[in-house]
């Protein structure tokens, strides 16, 4: 049985946080709101210390459109069918002419009726390089309705999965994919945790969401660091939300912007939180209680 992880999460600061840490969080709120007030177009946030529980919202509860960051419910729901043996992720799939949307260029490129796939390597394209087509042929097999079943027994009714991608006449209706900060986070929380699937289901679950790509989050983090991630863009819209495996102290990261006057300073935005929050946890991961470092041959007193 799924157990519910879409619970309250309160901003308040653990009574246990030493005083010098509470500075250090205090620091990064305060880049954080100076940052949304410097952006052009409207910013919501969601920051998780996955050690403590402590968490960050800035208009945590403002559902905003997600573009391709929904995408990690579908791999949820697709995990979620994988254990309930509904369906194997072995499976294969003939890849069909009918399916191919544009931004789909991986998918795009194999030959329609002769090409199978199995649902994992599809689940790839999905994130590696967010292809469409693969996506959509996703959403098909596990059925929409029912990605959003799973959000609701997660207690995340505000996590909506409405339309494929590249479903131009759906979201001039206003059926855009949306979420939450607060929710998205809630998500990865509880797939971090193993509240979600089951603990290989989970392990390979995070291993498809840390695939190698470009994405805003990442953009400016130091190389070989392990970030389990997805963003999205659309004509106004920038997120990017994912866990970042800070050393000794991983957190969860959901920057979703919107109404953006230009896309390109949402995305600068969502590099500069990321690399600010990341500074901040690795800090305190790789610091003492009194916030001493110890590096690797580091011989001074």
């Known amino acids: 049985m799924l157990m519910l992880v879409g619970v309250a999460l309160g901003q308040a600061m653990p009574a246990s946080t030493p005083e010098k840490q509470k500075v250090l969080w205090q620091q990064l709120e305060s880049s954080v709101e100076e940052t949304a007030r410097g952006l052009d177009g409207v910013m919501a946030v969601a920051i998780e210390d996955l050690t403590t529980g402590q968490i960050f919202l800035l208009h945590g509860d403002e559902a905003m459109p997600q573009a391709s960051s929904i995408k990690i419910a579908v791999l949820a729901e697709l995990y979620h069918q994988a254990q309930q043996g509904k369906l194997k992720l072995r499976d294969l799939y003939t890849v069909q002419e009918s399916d191919l949307v544009p931004d789909s260029d991986t998918m795009g490129g194999l030959t329609p009726g002769v090409t199978r796939v199995t649902l994992r390597d599809l689940a790839t394209m999905m994130m590696s390089v967010s292809d469409n087509s693969a996506t959509n042929v996703l959403i098909d097999k596990v059925g929409m309705e029912n990605v959003n079943a ?40 509880g ?52 866990i970042v495996y800070a050393q000794d102290r991983p957190f969860i990261l959901c920057v979703m912007t919107t109404y953006l006057r230009r896309e390109r300073d949402g ?15 690795d800090r305190i991961g790789r610091a003492s209680e009194y916030g001493r470092v110890v590096s690797p041959g580091n011989s001074s007193k």
């Not at 991608?165 to 929710?183: C, F, W």
């Not at 797939?191 to 470009?214: A, C, P």
């Open 191 to 242: 797939i971090y945790r193993g509240k979600v699937l089951n603990q290989e289901l989970t392990g390979d679950f995070l291993k498809m969401l840390s695939t190698h790509k470009h994405g805003f989050m990442t953009r400016d983090l130091p190389d070989g660091l392990r970030v389990a991630s997805k963003d999205g863009e659309l004509e106004g819209v920038r997120n990017d939300s994912g």
């Open 267 to 281: 995305e600068e935005a969502i590099s500069k939180i990321a690399l600010r929050a990341y500074q901040v946890f």
């Open 150 to 189: 799973l959000m609701d027994s997660l207690g995340l009714s505000h996590t909506r999965l409405r339309r494929k991608m590249m479903d131009l006449k759906a979201a001039s209706e206003g059926r855009e994919n949306i979420s939450t900060p607060r929710e998205m986070t809630a998500l990865l929380e």
